[in-house]
């Protein structure tokens, strides 16, 4: 039936054309997106997200730059639909791992070298250490000696480990600022060393742990009860693992910030990885993720994060030097910062967070096709257009229609993000829109216009801007105005 929205209904052969009422369409004080009816149906309250979650003492590896920017997204997602959110860096900051860097410390290590560059030093003492460890059983025992020493709280091996812990946080902080980036809570494995021993107590009491053949405490996760799957809490001499202290911050993360959900941004799960998330699963929500592969910069293999954020600076530096089209700025560098930054996140998010995907530097960086370059252009170009208050309305042509509609889909789009927590349908739905405004400046120019057609056309440039700002920003991407 007609209705104020459905202006025209007929019957064709094998199909039904309507048409949409376009005054409707044009209101002046409609708000795309987030004020919508739609999400009522959410469920709100407190999320506790959880990302990043690098190891101390060593530079913030590019493998960790998915959950990075997946986690930051999902926070950005929840708090923009209205959820107190808690953004939690769960550091790697606890187990044997340190107990050979802090034997390796006393034998490689210097004070003044982790002044100047410190997690270049603590990096090549790691390297070091490990190779003596290989054929040296003392260095092993050495590592097992100072491991022990920090789980009994003894001053001198735990006053080493913090002075790691603090160096590093720091270090990791102006990668975070980068990226655009930040954390409520740094929190860690070590905060629940204690809380793990008693995790391993009420397993004990409740008749859940046993012991293995390699005298390991483990519990039976197999649903025939068989041991065919174990997952492994305590090691043989007593001390605790990984997913013990998780268990414990789990525990300890539901008390003292009542959430409703917490989601834990890692890595798709291997085989010990998965009995991990079912002993977790009535705590957290996994979001996992592929890999990414040939990520390389001019040098060869790529290490650490902060060479390929160097190395997407650079080049979309060159690429703007090249570019006719590149307007004069005022701080060129920040600009080409964060429009590589924006195209490593688009093409990292176009498609499904769990497929594995091959990192490409000339087609990421694109001016044009589907990348976060060409968001960035688009926006600029946007924001050169938004000039004028619009009075009265009116819009004639498809692609202003097209983009309308596709303007007033924002809402649908945000609601199916937060469904699935995949940024998939946010950056298609952004790049479909770039598209479409692009054939707008094309065939709806301002400049000749009458003063009423410009600005109804304005106003479309004016809502488009907003929506892909907003949704840049909820994907991570800090937008530019001048490009």
């Not at 070298?113 to 090549?124: A, C, G, I, S």
């Not at 655009?180 to 004990?204: T, W």
């Not at 530097?361 to 968001?375: E, I, K, P, S």
Request: proline fraction near 2%; glycine fraction near 8%.
């Amino acid at each position: 039936k007609q209705d104020s929205v459905v202006e025209d209904i007929s019957a064709g052969c094998g199909v039904i054309n309507f048409k949409v009422n376009r005054k409707l369409l044009v209101q002046e004080d409609v708000k795309f997106g987030l004020t919508s009816e739609l999400f009522n149906t959410l469920k709100r309250g407190t999320t506790l997200v959880e990302y990043s979650s690098p190891n101390i003492a060593k530079k913030f590896h590019a493998g960790h730059l998915r959950s990075t920017i997946i986690g930051n997204f999902i926070a950005n997602l929840k708090q923009s639909l209205g959820n107190n959110v808690i953004r939690m860096n769960y550091l790697g900051d606890w187990g044997m791992q340190f107990g050979l860097l802090g034997a390796g410390f006393g034998q490689f290590g210097c004070q003044e070298k982790l002044k100047q560059n410190p997690l270049q030093h603590l990096f090549e003492v790691y390297v070091q250490v490990n190779k003596e460890a290989e054929h040296n059983e003392d260095m092993k025992q050495a590592a097992r000696d100072f491991f022990r020493q920090l789980e009994q709280h003894e001053s001198e091996a735990v006053s080493l480990w913090q002075q790691f812990r603090e160096i590093t946080v720091d270090e990791y902080q102006h990668i975070y600022k980068r990226l655009g980036v930040h954390f409520d809570i740094y929190s860690g494995e070590s905060f629940h060393q204690d809380q793990a021993q008693e995790v391993v107590q009420q397993l004990q009491s409740q008749g859940l742990l046993k012991t293995s053949e390699k005298g390991t405490g483990v519990v039976d996760l197999s649903p025939a009860g068989d041991m065919s799957s174990v997952c492994t809490v305590l090691r043989s001499d007593g001390t605790t693992l990984y997913i013990t202290r998780d268990l414990a911050a789990a525990i300890d993360r539901k008390a003292k910030y009542h959430f409703d959900e917490m989601i834990y941004v890692v890595r798709k799960v291997v085989h010990s990885s998965s009995l991990h998330f079912l002993f977790l699963n009535c705590y957290i929500a996994h979001v996992p993720f592929g890999l990414v592969r040939g990520m390389k910069t001019r040098s060869g293999e790529v290490v650490f994060l902060e060479d390929v954020l160097d190395e997407a600076r650079a080049r979309m530096l060159h690429n703007m030097s090249q570019s006719k089209t590149t307007k004069e700025m005022d701080n060129t560098e920040d600009t080409a910062e964060k429009v590589g930054i924006s195209a490593l996140i688009v093409q990292d998010f176009k498609g499904p967070l769990l497929s594995d995907y091959t990192f490409d530097w000339d087609r990421m960086l694109q001016a044009q096709g589907d990348t976060g370059v060409f968001l960035q252009y688009t926006h600029a170009r946007l924001c050169r257009s938004v000039l004028l208050k619009i009075t009265k309305l009116y819009l004639a042509g498809g692609v202003s229609i097209f983009a309308l509609c596709d303007l007033y889909s924002y809402d649908e789009v945000l609601y199916q993000s937060a469904q699935d927590l995949q940024p998939k349908h946010l950056v298609n739905f952004l790049l479909k829109l770039c598209h479409l405004i692009a054939s707008a400046h094309r065939e709806l120019p301002v400049k000749g216009s009458s003063q009423v057609v410009a600005q109804a056309r304005l106003r479309l440039f004016s809502g488009a801007c907003s929506v892909l700002a907003n949704g840049m920003r909820i994907l991570g991407i800090t937008p530019v105005d001048k490009m």
